[in-house]
């Protein structure tokens, strides 16, 4: 490449230096003819005895022609180096735009690959929303999708019949006539892709729902929110109702208690006013009987005697019975002592040991005289409970104080039982003594805690609150 633009050179300057040669040729001609006339001959003139000055005129044109060649002929290469560099620049473009060329048609192929795979699963897609509307269009409850611009996308039967026709609405116009978006609506958690349950109450139909949303994926990638109403109107009502004769039960229990506490009282006075003083009437008579018997009858005496010692067992008992009914000891003596009075007769009558333990804590002055009748009843059948079924060796007791409640606490070492046992049998094979216990807790404020393990023992635990102005006292 590089001799062809040289020989291109050479050739250029040897084309230019021939019109220099003319001119020599021509002013040797004119020198012969004109200016040198008969000084010699024309070759003599033309090489061979050229005047200096001729000489110097000559070579400056033919320097100068043969300069111009150069000029030129440099100028004809940097011209050809620039078309050889257009060139290259040209076959570069073309193979680069050959390039592209390929490249674009592979893309456009993958495009339309990618077109067909689309919209194959676009009809797939399609196929299956037409099956889940099927589907939903059939369901018990009710349906609506709704995309985040609040634009209703599909309700099922049951939403169209319980709220009548969309109309372009939004769902917040649709569903609660307002034109705020709903205060309790769950769509924002949804939108972000979380499920969400909640119950909510429509004055529109006046009824209540349980409502569950879940998010799902349109074809355009975004979120919409499918929910489902399922209508627990009766449930609601039913649980209401429930709750309502569960508070009237739970008042006529506690009721029961108060008469049952004031007809024990009665009784017990019965008891020891009249019962009692009718026989130390009696032990009286008999004694004076006794008295008043002649010398021969001895086995009178003996009788009257024996009739003595069985009024006086009859005086304990009927004492004991008064007392059992009637929580006067906790009136006499004040919460503490009665239930330290109360471990010793457990003591005493089923020779179980009873530790009473309440770590110098104040029981009688923070409480109502009413509570702590509550509290020594729940006490009392507690016992009667370890002595009728526990085989218990030891009893503990313990009262503790918390920041704002006290707990009783009330443990045998004894055989213990199964609580789920006891709790499925049926009304009237059961017991009355844990309801009781549990509805006297509930009472006071508080709550029955019972545990039991076969073989282990039961533990009893009630804790009350302490009301306002008790807790630093105790
Ligand atoms: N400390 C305990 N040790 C072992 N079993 C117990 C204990 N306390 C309760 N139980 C069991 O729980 C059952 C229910 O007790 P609950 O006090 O309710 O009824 P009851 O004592 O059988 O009858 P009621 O108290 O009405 O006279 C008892 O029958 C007994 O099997
Ligand atoms: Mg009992």
């Not at 291109?8 to 040797?28: H, K, M, N």
């Not at 409970?385 to 606490?409: P, Y």
């Not at 009355?432 to 009472?443: D, H, K």
């Amino acid at each position: 490449m590089k001799s062809r633009s040289k020989k291109t050179e050479y050739r250029v300057i040897f084309i230019s230096s021939i019109p220099g040669l003319i001119v020599w040729i021509l002013d040797a001609a004119l020198d012969y003819v004109y200016f040198y006339k008969g000084r010699g001959s024309f070759p003599e003139l033309l090489f061979l005895h050229v005047p200096v000055h001729e000489i110097y005129i000559r070579s400056v044109i033919l320097g100068f022609f043969i300069l111009f060649g150069v000029f030129i002929s440099r100028k004809i290469a940097r011209l050809k180096e620039a078309e050889d560099g257009l060139q290259k620049a040209k076959d570069k473009l073309e193979l680069r735009v050959t390039e592209r060329t390929e490249e674009l048609k592979n893309a456009v192929h993958q495009l339309e690959f990618e077109l067909h795979e689309r919209r194959k699963a676009e009809e797939a897609v399609q196929l299956e929303r037409n099956k889940l509307k099927s589907i939903l269009d059939t369901m018990q409850d009710g349906v609506y999708i709704v995309n985040q611009q609040h634009n209703i996308q599909y309700i099922n039967p049951v939403i169209e019949k319980e709220f009548g026709p969309i109309n372009g609405r939004k769902c917040h116009e649709y569903l609660n006539a307002s034109e705020e978006v709903c205060s309790r609506c769950k769509n924002q958690e949804v939108f972000s892709g979380k499920s969400a349950r909640w119950e909510w109450h429509s004055s529109r139909t006046g009824k209540t729902y349980d409502l569950s949303d879940t998010p799902i994926l349109d074809m355009d990638g975004t979120i919409s929110k499918l929910e489902i109403f399922h209508d627990i109107t009766e449930r609601k009502q039913m649980e209401d109702a429930l709750k309502i004769s569960e508070e009237q039960l739970r008042y006529l229990s506690s009721q029961l208690l108060t008469v049952q506490e004031s007809e024990r009282k009665r009784i017990s006075r019965e008891l020891h006013d009249g019962l009692g003083g009718g026989l130390a009437i009696l032990k009286l008579r008999v004694n004076f009987i006794k008295k008043n018997l002649q010398e021969d009858q001895a086995g009178l005496r003996a009788e009257c005697e024996e009739d003595v010692q069985l009024i006086d067992r009859i005086m304990e008992d009927v004492q004991r019975l008064s007392r059992d009914l009637s929580p006067s000891v906790v009136e006499d003596l004040g919460l503490s002592a009665a239930l330290r009075w109360l471990s010793g007769i457990f003591t005493r009558n089923y020779k179980i040991s009873a530790t009473f333990d309440n770590d110098g804590v104040d029981i009688d002055h923070r409480f109502s005289r009413q509570d702590q009748i509550n509290i020594y009843r729940i006490f009392q059948e507690a016992f009667t409970n370890i002595g009728k079924h526990s085989h218990a060796k030891n009893v503990t007791v313990a009262v503790e104080k918390h920041e704002d409640r006290a707990s009783f606490l009330i443990r045998d070492d004894g055989k213990g039982f199964d609580l789920n046992q006891v709790q499925r049998k049926d009304l009237f094979g059961k017991g009355l003594g844990l309801a009781t216990m549990a509805e006297r807790a509930r009472m006071l404020g508080g709550f029955l805690d019972l545990r039991s393990q076969e073989g282990k023992g039961t533990q009893v635990t009630i804790s009350v609150p302490l009301k306002a102005g008790q807790e630093g006292s105790l």
